[in-house]
C-alpha cells in the first residue's frame, strides 16, 4: 500500500487526513495518509527515512522552506516562492512543488482576478496571492496596517521585480474606489474571533466578488456579508481541497470532476462546522 504524510510543527487538528482519504477513495485507489508531527531539530534525523518510504509528502510550516534542503530539485511553482508544501519522487528524484498558488488559481472567482483586485493583507498567503494575481494581469491595490508597511514594500518591490506590475499600497482605514474582487489575506475573522470583519460593508459593497482564504469558520462575517449583498463570496475551504487535488494530480497523475471536488468540500466544510469550534 503506498503511504503518503503530512509533515509539519505543530501539526494539531488537521483537515489533510480527511481530505486525502477521500481524494483516494474519489480515484479508487488504497492508500495511508498521515500526520508526522517532526520538530525542527529533528528534521535532519527523521526526514530522510519518511522521503525514502513515501509515496509522497505534503508540507506545512515550519518546514516549507528548510525542506527544500532535501530535494533533488524544484518544480517552478516552488521555485517562484521558495518555497515546498508538496514532494514527489519521479524517475528517482525528490521534487518540490508548491500547490497553494493552484489552490488559489483554482477557487478564486477567475473572471475577477484579471480586473481590479483589493488585496487584504501582505504576510505569507498574501504574498502569494499577490504575485499570482499579478501574473493573472491584476490590478492590485494592497491594504496594510501599518505595523506591516517594511512588509509591504518588500512584497511591493518582489512584486515588481517578478512580474513587472506596480502594487498601489493603502491603510485599512482608507480604501477607496470598486474593485472587482476583494482578497481577504488576513487572519481577521478567524476563530475563535469570528465577529471580527477585516473591512467596512461599505467596502464589502463596493466589491462584486469576495474570496477569504480563512475556511474556520467556514462562513466568515465577510463572506456572510458578501453574500447578503448578494456578492459571489468564495471561502477557504475550496482553496485547502484544491491544493490537495493538484498533489494528487502531481503524486499519481488523478483527475477529479468538479462534482467529486465540490462533494468533498462540502463534506470538509460540514466537518469544519461540526468539530473545530
Not at 44 to 68: D, F, R
Not at 178 to 183: N, S
Not at 207 to 218: E, L, Q, R, S
Request: hydrophobic share 40%.
Amino acid at each position: 500500500m503506498k503511504k503518503y504524510s503530512l509533515i509539519g510543527h505543530p501539526l494539531g487538528h488537521s483537515m489533510s487526513p480527511f481530505i486525502h482519504k477521500r481524494l483516494f477513495e474519489e480515484s479508487g485507489r488504497t492508500a495511508e495518509y498521515t500526520l508526522e508531527d517532526i520538530a525542527p531539530e529533528e528534521m535532519q534525523s527523521k526526514l530522510p527515512a519518511l522521503l525514502e518510504s513515501a509515496s509522497g509528502l505534503n508540507v506545512t510550516i515550519p518546514h516549507k522552506v528548510p525542506v527544500i534542503d532535501f530535494l533533488d530539485c524544484l518544480d517552478e511553482s516552488a521555485q517562484r516562492y521558495n518555497s515546498v508544501n508538496c514532494i514527489c519522487r519521479k524517475d528517482g528524484k525528490l521534487t518540490g512543488y508548491n500547490t497553494d498558488c493552484d489552490g488559489f488559481l483554482r477557487s478564486v472567482p477567475e473572471k475577477n482576478l484579471g480586473g481590479k483586485v483589493l488585496l487584504l493583507g501582505c504576510g505569507g498567503v498574501g504574498r502569494m496571492m499577490a504575485i499570482e494575481a499579478a501574473r493573472h494581469g491584476a490590478d492590485i491595490t494592497m491594504a496594510i496596517i501599518p505595523e506591516a508597511q517594511e512588509m509591504a514594500d518588500t512584497l511591493v518591490n518582489e512584486v515588481k521585480e517578478k512580474t513587472g506590475v506596480q502594487i498601489k499600497t493603502v491603510m485599512m482605514d482608507g480604501i477607496s474606489g470598486e474593485f472587482d474582487l476583494l482578497i481577504n489575506a488576513t487572519p481577521v475573522g478567524m476563530y475563535p474571533k469570528v465577529d471580527a470583519c477585516p473591512v467596512s460593508e461599505e467596502v464589502i459593497g463596493s466589491c462584486k466578488a469576495v474570496f477569504d482564504a480563512i475556511y474556520n469558520p467556514t462562513k466568515t462575517k465577510l463572506i456572510t456579508i458578501a453574500e447578503e449583498k448578494g456578492i459571489l463570496a468564495v471561502g477557504g475551504m475550496s482553496m485547502l481541497v484544491l491544493q490537495a487535488v493538484t498533489a494528487h494530480e502531481i503524486w499519481d497523475g488523478d483527475s477529479y470532476s468538479d462534482q467529486q471536488i465540490n462533494k468533498i468540500i462540502a463534506e470538509a466544510v460540514e466537518i469544519v462546522d461540526r468539530d473545530f469550534k
